[in-house]
């Protein structure tokens, strides 16, 4: 599918320019992510931003990178995948579990939606609040926690997503799901799951399984014991 995806022309030149083509040219839209709203997104996020210093020149590789403390940053293609599958709207409210970097819930602020983002590692929590901030992202609330049975304060959410992998879909999560509303969240075991939509409208839930992934464990109440034994 043929797409001018005018965003690519930039007038000013700007950190890793050919690397970021490249990734939503080849990786994303060959692949077959074609929101151009997702693809400018992930054009215009310096993902070299949320990566450890020691990985910037693979920032925009086709693969997960390393945050420390065995957690990761999501492959760019996923990332493009739970995006595009959400749909995000201007104005949504959106609960992300799984902070992370950043990365995610800057995608899904630029877009337009007031994220609420938990994230269970106390040191990545701080340090992508910081980050965000420092980069100008203005909409987005970084808390530190065990997000598995969501954040109840806020509900209902039109946007859900679970950016680590649970046994089963937490019926609480399911349960702050606004009406309409959609959820993203890999489910399997501890090695392979498969990425589910979940949309919920007029009160039906319906379930459609998306790509298989690989993602770290959700480890918590609605998720998995602590499998780091911590
Ligand atoms: N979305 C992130 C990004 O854009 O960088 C990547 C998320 S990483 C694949 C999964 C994250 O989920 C890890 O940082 C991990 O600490 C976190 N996590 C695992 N269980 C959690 C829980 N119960 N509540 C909140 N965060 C959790």
Redesign the pocket.
């Known amino acids: 599918m043929a797409m001018p995806m005018p965003f690519l022309t930039t007038t000013e030149p700007i950190p890793f320019e050919n690397e970021r083509r490249e990734m939503i040219t080849v990786q994303l839209h060959r692949r077959g992510i074609h929101d151009e709203r997702v693809l400018e997104a992930m054009f215009r996020i310096p993902r070299h931003e949320?990566v450890p210093a020691a990985f910037v020149p693979a920032a925009y590789d086709d693969r997960?990178l390393p945050?420390g403390?065995a957690?990761?940053?999501?492959q760019p293609y996923i990332?493009a995948a739970m995006t595009e599958a959400v749909n995000v709207q201007p104005g949504d409210h959106a609960l992300?579990?799984?902070?992370?970097?950043?990365?995610?819930?800057a995608i899904l602020a630029y877009l337009g939606a007031r994220v609420y983002t938990?994230?269970?590692?106390q040191l990545?929590a701080i340090s992508?609040r910081e980050r965000l901030a420092r980069l100008g992202f203005a909409g987005i609330e970084v808390m530190a926690?065990?997000?598995?049975m969501g954040y109840p304060v806020q509900a209902p959410y039109q946007i859900i997503m679970v950016?680590?992998a649970a046994p089963a879909v937490p019926p609480a999560l399911l349960e702050q799901l606004a009406d309409p509303g959609r959820m993203v969240i890999p489910v399997g075991d501890l090695y392979h799951q498969d990425l589910l939509l979940i949309s919920k409208q007029e009160n039906q839930v319906r379930t459609r399984a998306l790509d298989p992934c690989q993602?770290?464990?959700?480890?918590?109440?609605?998720?998995w014991q602590d499998v780091y034994g911590q």
């Not at 957690?71 to 999501?74: A, D, G, K, P």
């Not at 926690?145 to 598995?148: E, L, R, W």
């Not at 993602?215 to 998720?223: C, D, H, N, S, T």
Request: charged share 15%; glycine share 20%; no cysteine.
């Open positions: 949320f997960p945050l403390a957690e990761t940053i999501s990332v992300e579990i799984g902070t992370g970097s950043g990365y995610q819930a938990i994230e269970r590692n990545l992508a926690g065990d997000g598995s950016t680590a993602f770290v464990p959700l480890i918590g109440k609605g998720g």
